[in-house]
């Protein structure tokens, strides 16, 4: 039997204080194998996003195991997090967060930067071409659409070669069309990469291309069907 690449075991966060704390997972156990593209889905408020978040280490857990690659993440010092999160998982936001001020090749050039790659720009430049903005390097955000703003998004994720890609609501903030091409463009890269997709989504048909559906509800994996979930 193959060791799942993301295993989390009776977890548990509790976020805020006081009486105005909330218990957003609830002894939440999951696994992912390597290479499989997983969604979660489920209303909102139910903890998906949060739950994506401990994947990537930037949430802590009050209790339970967080295992990614093998790691034991739920152990490790903040500034180990950072490192570990910077050469093994690339995340993708709903609103790109990409840095306004720098070009799309500066934006993809920087993670590699932090980690001292050898040549940063060079992989950039060759990451931009492969999601189709070869001929938009000095561009800056606000000069590109929303479209190819998520390509620089998912072009900066996928520069360090990550071996897991997070994407929470990667096409939330485009119109259909859009939508279509940022998720075609996601399923291509990881399969072609072998790269393990988890991602959150309220959308049925991108939850659908999928190998696994991971409904969520109040803080806890839902065992309703997955189909009830999406709809919610």
């Known amino acids: 039997m193959t060791t799942p690449v993301i295993d989390l075991k009776d977890v548990s966060l509790r976020l805020g204080e006081g009486a105005s704390s909330v218990q957003v997972l609830k002894h939440v156990t999951l696994t992912v194998e390597h290479g499989q593209s997983t969604a979660i889905i489920g209303p909102s ?7 994506l978040m401990v994947i990537a280490g930037l949430e802590r857990v009050d209790g339970g195991a967080v295992t990614v690659a093998g790691e034991r993440i739920d152990r490790l ?6 490192a570990f999160r910077g050469r093994t998982i690339g995340i993708v936001f709903q609103s790109f967060h990409l840095i306004p001020n720098m070009t799309a090749l500066e934006n993809v050039a920087v993670p590699l930067e932090l980690a001292g790659h050898d040549d940063p720009f060079g992989v950039a430049e060759n990451e931009l071409a492969a999601v189709g903005l070869a001929n938009r390097l000095t561009h800056y955000p606000g000069a590109l659409s929303g479209g190819e703003q998520q390509r620089v998004a998912i072009a900066r994720a996928l520069a360090p070669q990550p071996a897991i890609m997070i994407a929470d609501e990667p096409t939330g903030n485009l119109d259909q069309a859009t939508g279509r091409q940022i998720a075609d463009l996601l399923f291509t890269t990881a399969q072609e990469r072998g790269t393990t997709l988890v991602l959150v989504t309220h959308d049925p048909t991108l939850a659908a291309r999928c190998d696994k559906q991971v409904p969520m509800r109040s803080g806890r994996l839902d065992p309703a069907p997955a189909e009830e979930a999406v709809k919610a």
Request: glycine letters at 16%; hydrophobic letters at 25%; a neutral charge.
């Open 45 to 51: 408020g139910s903890g998906k996003s949060t739950l």
């Open 77 to 82: 010092k903040e500034d180990h997090v950072a």
